[in-house]
C-alpha cells in the first residue's frame, strides 16, 4: 500500500503547485480580496496534505509490511451497497444543482447536506438538522460576507 500512497501524493503535489501557479494569471483586485487567495489556499493545503501522504507512503515502504493483506478485487470494491451509495450521492448533487438558482444557496444546502449525511449512514437526526444548519452558515458567512462572493438567491418570484 506503501507505493500507492507515494505515486498519488506525488501527482497531487504536482496537481497543487500547477493549480498555485496558475493563481499568478488571475487578475488583480483592490477593492476587497484577490481573487487568487482563496484558489491559493487550496492549492498549498492540498500541497501539504499530499507530502504527508507521501511521508507515510515511504514509511509503510520502509517499514516492509510483513503482513500479506489480502488483495481488493474489483468484485470487492464496487459491491451493490458502494453502487447505490455513489449512485444516490451523484442524484443528490445533480438536484441541488438544478435547485440552487431556483431556492437560493440557503435553501437548497441544508437538504443537500443531510442527504449526503443520510448516504453515508448517519442516523442521529439531531446531528443531521445541527450539522446541515452550521455548515450552511458557516459556509455562508465564508464566502458572501468575508470573500464577498455572490451566492444564489430565491428565485421564484
Known amino acids: 500500500m506503501g ?18 501557479t496558475l493563481t499568478y494569471q488571475f487578475p488583480e483586485q483592490t477593492l476587497a480580496f484577490s481573487p487568487k487567495i482563496f484558489p491559493g489556499f487550496v492549492s498549498v493545503c492540498l500541497f501539504i496534505i499530499s507530502s504527508v501522504l507521501v511521508i507515510q507512503g515511504i514509511t509503510a515502504v520502509r517499514r516492509g509490511s510483513r503482513e500479506e493483506k489480502p488483495k481488493l478485487t474489483i468484485d470487492k470494491a464496487l459491491d451493490k451497497a458502494f453502487l447505490i451509495r455513489l449512485f444516490l450521492g451523484i442524484l443528490i448533487g445533480y438536484t441541488y444543482t438544478r435547485l440552487l438558482p431556483i431556492t437560493g444557496y440557503v435553501v437548497a444546502t441544508p437538504p443537500f447536506i443531510a442527504g449526503i449525511m443520510l448516504v453515508f449512514n448517519e442516523k442521529r437526526w439531531y446531528k443531521i438538522v445541527a450539522t446541515s444548519i452550521v455548515t450552511t452558515s458557516l459556509l455562508y458567512i465564508l464566502f ?11 428565485s421564484l418570484f
Open 3 to 20: 507505493k500507492t500512497e507515494i505515486i498519488i501524493g506525488v501527482f497531487l503535489m504536482i496537481l497543487s503547485f500547477a493549480f498555485y
Open 144 to 154: 458572501r460576507i468575508i470573500f464577498r462572493v455572490p451566492l444564489p438567491r430565491f
